[in-house]
């Protein structure tokens, strides 16, 4: 879709892997490094230019992205051949909002920043439960009403800019998982109004390039005491069959 071709017109081509401290993913990364599955294949639903994607099979994984943008999609792509990674990572020019079958089974599926676009949010869900294998896990991430910056009435522009539909409560997204048949097996409440800033505000992203080595591990724990003071900004579910 040409909306999220231009979301995109700022991604390039990568100069190598992400490491598992990577600032923007570091959430995700902890929590698939936490739950220490067996590797096997991966869809990532809404995988954008391929940075999970392609850490993932850079540690072992076969993975498939589907995306709805195309330059995304070329640029993940053509990521892939650069780094190596072109027999177990390809990716995809999808529709997600037309999906009605995904043909293979998947051991691990990543659902992250992409429910809260579709109109058919809970779809898409039954869909993906029919396609998880028997023993796999789903890691499912939106973003929270709880967050203080979306109560205060400051994320409107944003969410209006990266094509949000809705946001969900904990009891939400929780409802939607299950009706879908997924059995939830963990909740993470993340990102403080500190990170969150950092993402809304396009000034403070500047700062973003400077936390990194041990001052990222020193940044999210500081983050983790403020979601606990003022409330998270992003929700991650992790659940099975």
């Given amino acids: 879709m040409f909306f999220y071709d231009l979301f995109h017109k700022k991604s390039h081509l990568a100069h190598k892997v992400i490491s598992k401290n990577n600032f923007t993913y570091f959430y995700i990364l902890q929590i698939i490094n936490r739950l220490r599955i067996k590797k096997g294949k991966v869809l990532d639903i809404g995988c954008g230019d391929g940075t999970i994607s392609l850490f993932l099979a850079s540690n072992g994984w076969s993975v498939v992205g589907f995306d709805v943008s195309k330059k995304a999609v070329d640029i993940a792509n053509k990521n892939a051949k650069n780094l190596g990674l ?101 909740i993470d409440r993340t990102e403080s109004i500190l990170r969150n800033s950092l993402f809304l505000f396009k000034p403070l992203g500047f700062f973003i390039k400077f936390i990194r080595g ?4 020193v940044f999210h724990i500081l983050d983790k005491f403020l979601v606990l003071v003022f409330g998270e900004s992003q929700i991650f579910i992790v659940a099975k069959k």
């Fill in 214 to 217: 041990f001052l990222v591990k």
């Fill in 86 to 186: 072109r027999t177990n990572c390809k990716f995809f020019l999808k529709d997600i909002e037309k999906i009605t079958k995904i043909d293979h089974k998947f051991d691990l599926i990543i659902c992250s920043e992409v429910l809260e676009h579709l109109r058919n949010d809970d779809s898409l869900l039954v869909i993906l439960s029919r396609t998880l294998s028997e023993n796999g896990l789903i890691i499912i991430s939106v973003p929270s009403t709880n967050a203080p910056l979306y109560k205060l009435g400051l994320a409107k522009n944003f969410d209006r800019e990266v094509g949000h539909l809705r946001r969900y409560s904990v009891d939400s997204i929780k409802k939607i998982v299950e009706d879908a048949r997924f059995k939830i097996i963990q």
